[in-house]
């Protein structure tokens, strides 16, 4: 069966992520479908999903929060694996791996909290100088913050490949 790779993206980063992975996981046996959250009717039809979302304001894209909600007793049904891009990487160095940290722990613990996942990543997108007014962005710099993409491609890569390969081990037994 066919894997899902469902993303909810503001301007573009997100689901460019997305189609990488999907493109990464490509040879899946069944293949993979990349898609839009708000494009999705039904999970049933797929054996695994990857689900991901763009943070605004410390939390995923409505639509992506709502397909969690309407499709949550699906979505418990097969393996679920999540990611979130923020700007963790912009950030400046000294809060770079932290914010990347408390980021993925409070959605996990509010989002997410009810979805079992398998893994959850969180990618840094793109940041631009425009998204900040202009008092808040000669701060954000001056602070050692950094704007531009802040994609790190081989980190998504190894992600992608880390899913196939969980693809590939036998079933857990059913509990
Ligand atoms: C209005 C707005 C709010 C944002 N809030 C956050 C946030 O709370 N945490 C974070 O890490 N990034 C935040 N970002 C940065 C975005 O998550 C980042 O730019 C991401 O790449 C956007 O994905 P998209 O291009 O798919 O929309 C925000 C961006 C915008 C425009």
């Excluded at 460019?16 to 996981?25: P, S």
């Excluded at 808040?136 to 050692?144: I, M």
């Excluded at 790190?152 to 390969?165: E, S």
Aim: hydrophobic residues 45%; glycine residues 8%.
């Amino acid at each position: 069966m066919t894997v899902l790779v469902a993303y909810a993206s503001a301007l573009g980063s997100t689901r460019e992520i997305a189609e990488r992975v999907a493109a990464r996981m490509a040879a899946v046996p069944g293949g993979v479908e990349c898609r839009s959250v708000e494009q999705i009717e039904s999970v049933s039809g797929y054996e695994a999903v990857v689900v991901g979302s763009a943070i605004h304001n410390q939390a995923w894209l409505a639509p992506a929060w709502e397909f969690l909600t309407e499709h949550g007793p699906e979505l418990a049904q097969r393996p679920v694996w999540a990611f979130s891009v923020g700007m963790s990487d912009g950030l400046p160095k000294l809060f770079r791996g932290r914010g990347a940290e408390l980021q993925k722990q409070r959605l996990e613990q509010t989002q997410l909290k009810d979805v079992p996942l398998r893994s959850h990543a969180v990618f840094s997108g793109v940041y631009e100088a425009s998204q900040l007014s202009a008092p808040l962005r000669a701060l954000f710099r001056l602070t050692g913050g950094r704007f531009g993409d802040l994609r790190d491609w081989a980190a998504i890569d190894a992600w992608a490949d880390q899913i196939t390969a969980e693809l590939a081990e036998p079933a857990p037994p059913q509990s």
